[in-house]
Nanobody
């Protein structure tokens, strides 16, 4: 079973860019869809972006509005979330998750309950104004 491991978080300023990485261990991202979620204290985890197992279909939350790009690099068995024009309200812990192709990519935003997918430990992104 795949185990995602996130990295790349940090402290940046408003308007900066940042790229998060999600390394897959135990299996290949070729057989999983990959998604990014984020969570702030006191709020529910929210969907950010997803990419299907083939890397040809992507799906984004409305608030992304072209600022974020999700991708996979199969040679590195790693997924990425490239974030541009970061804002203070993008501050959150960002989680990477892998889902089997059983789930349609557009159903992934609803799959935050335990038992759905394999989740990483998260990486903190803090955007200062």
């Amino acid at each position: 079973q795949v185990q995602p491991v996130e990295s790349g978080g940090g402290l940046v300023r408003t308007g900066d860019s940042l790229r998060l990485s999600c390394a897959a261990s135990g299996s290949s991202f070729r057989v999983y869809s990959m998604a990014w979620f984020r969570q702030v204290p006191g709020k529910e985890r929210e969907f950010v972006a997803a990419i299907d197992l083939s890397g040809t279909e992507t799906y984004y939350a409305d608030f992304v509005k072209g600022r974020f790009t999700v991708s996979k690099e199969y040679a590195e068995n790693t997924g990425y979330l490239q974030m541009y024009d970061l804002r203070a309200d993008d501050t959150a812990v960002y989680y990477c998750a892998a889902f089997p192709p059983t789930y349609a990519i557009r159903s992934i935003p609803t799959l935050t309950a335990p038992g759905f997918g394999s989740w990483g430990q998260g990486t903190q992104v803090t955007v200062s104004s």
